[in-house]
C-alpha cells in the first residue's frame, strides 16, 4: 500500500498566527512529497515540491517566506502558513511520490484551512 | 498554470450509464493520469498512461489518448452511485515524476440512483 496521512483535516485560526500541516507518508518513504492548494470548485495548483533534506522549489507566485515547507525525514513534510490571513483560507491537499512508480502520486485527505 | 480543460465540466448521469469524460493538454507530454476526488477529501489515483499508448483499460476504467490531438478520454463504464467524484486528468513536466503536477479544471460527475 502507499497511505499519506495529513493532520490535522480542519483548522480554524486567527488572522496574523501562523498555522502548521503535517504530511506523513505511513508506510513507505518519500524522498519527494508535494504540496497543493484547492479553492472550492476548483482545480489543484501546485504551490511546491519537497524534497528531504533539501530546500523546497516553490512555484512561481508562491512566497516562500509566508509557506515555509520542511522535509526533514523520509515520512514528514511540514507547511507552515505563517501571518495568516483570511485569504489563505483554502484546502491544502500534499502528496508523496514512491520510488519505482513513476509519476503517480499518493495524496493525504486535505486540510481545510478557515482564516477569521 | 492550468495545463488541462476538462470537458464537460458536470456530468449527471442514471445508475448504470456510461459516463465519459474529455480532457485537452496544452505541451507535450510523457504520461498523462486520471485522478478522482471526492468531495472535500485528498485524490485517488485511477490510471496512468504514456505517450505511446493509445489505449488502456483498468476494471470499468478505459482511458484514451490521442497526443496529436492533446486529448484523452475516460470512460468510466455501468457506473455505480459511488462513482459520484470530481474526475481529473494531470499531466507533469517529467516523464519520471521528480515535478509536481498540472491538474485540468475536473469533471463533476454524478450517478443518480
Known amino acids: 500500500g502507499a497511505v499519506v496521512s495529513q493532520h490535522p483535516s480542519w483548522v480554524i485560526c486567527k488572522s496574523g498566527t501562523s498555522v502548521k500541516i503535517e504530511c506523513r507518508s505511513l508506510?513507505?518513504?518519500?524522498?519527494?512529497m508535494f504540496w497543493y492548494r484547492q479553492f472550492p470548485k476548483q482545480s489543484l495548483m501546485l504551490m511546491a515540491t519537497s524534497n528531504e533534506g533539501s530546500k523546497a522549489t516553490y512555484e512561481q507566485g508562491v512566497e516562500k517566506d509566508k509557506f515555509l515547507i520542511n522535509h526533514a525525514s523520509l515520512t514528514l513534510s511540514t507547511l507552515t502558513v505563517t501571518s495568516a490571513h483570511p485569504e489563505d483560507s483554502s484546502f491544502y491537499i500534499c502528496s508523496a511520490r514512491k520510488e519505482g512508480q513513476g509519476p503517480i502520486q499518493y495524496f493525504g485527505a486535505g486540510t481545510r484551512l478557515s482564516v477569521l | 498554470s492550468q495545463q488541462g480543460e476538462e470537458d464537460p465540466q458536470a456530468l449527471s448521469i442514471q445508475e448504470g450509464e456510461n459516463a465519459t469524460m474529455n480532457c485537452s493538454y496544452k505541451?507535450?507530454?510523457?504520461?498523462l493520469q486520471w485522478y478522482r476526488q471526492n468531495s472535500g477529501r485528498g485524490l485517488v489515483h485511477l490510471i496512468l498512461?504514456?505517450?505511446?499508448?493509445r489505449e488502456k483499460h483498468s476494471g470499468r476504467l478505459r482511458v484514451t489518448l490521442d497526443t496529436s490531438k492533446k486529448s484523452s478520454s475516460l470512460l468510466i463504464t455501468a457506473s455505480r452511485a459511488a462513482d459520484t467524484a470530481s474526475y481529473f486528468c494531470?499531466?507533469?513536466?517529467?516523464?519520471?515524476?521528480?515535478?509536481?503536477?498540472?491538474f485540468g479544471k475536473g469533471t463533476h460527475l454524478i450517478i443518480q440512483p
Open positions: 508506510d513507505f518513504q518519500a524522498t519527494t
Open positions: 505541451t507535450s507530454i510523457n504520461n
Open positions: 498512461i504514456r505517450s505511446n499508448e
Open positions: 494531470a499531466t507533469s513536466r517529467s516523464g519520471g515524476g521528480a515535478d509536481g503536477l498540472t
